[in-house]
């Protein structure tokens, strides 16, 4: 007998700000990072838990990070009918230690952001601008927006307005315009005076 014994996969979910979002949370790292699948196609090339979950007719999204799993559901579905199903789901799957998200997805989106020129190349005072903007929404916005289940990435700054793009939970998430206007945009014009406006485009 294996002396070695898993410890138990516990799982309980979390309400978001999104009510089409929730967040399955284990007590199991599941990917160090952020993996956000909008549809299939990724999900089969890159997750093979997203890719499984997509075969619930009700998943429109799964957007891992960390410990957690955040599903999207279609809003035709309600969450009291499919929410232990999919408990059931992630638990079983996380127990059996299956593969969660592919070696190499970090690196392959990476290059996927280049060739759109997200990174778009500044120079000078912009590039350092630049700089602090993406500090201060890894520094203070990302992780309450990770504890609601969402993610925020840097897309461009260009003539004062930052553009920024949401993921998980946040994507499609009424309350979100609110916090990017109120709390990020509020920020980031007392932090940094170039900045005018924040918007948001969908991940």
Known sequence: MDTQTQSPVMLYTEQTPNPESLKFVTNKILYKGTADFREQTLAAEWSP????????????????????????????????????????????????????VSSGFEEAMKEKEDEIGV??????????????????IDTYVKPAVEMDGGNIEFKSFESGVVTVILQGSCSGCPSSTVTLKAGIEGMLKRMVPEVTEVVSEMG
Do not use: H, R
Not at 120 to 130: F, I, K, N, R, T
């Open 49 to 100: 838990i997203a890719a499984s979950l997509f075969e619930f007719p009700y998943v429109k999204g799964v957007y891992v990070c960390n410990n957690f799993v955040t599903i999207t559901k279609e809003f035709n579905y309600s969450w009291e009918d499919i929410m232990l199903k999919l408990k059931e789901y992630i638990k079983d799957y996380v127990s059996e230690g299956k593969e969660i």
């Open 119 to 136: 990174s778009y190349q500044y120079s000078g005072e912009e590039a350092e601008l630049v700089k602090k903007i993406k500090e201060l």
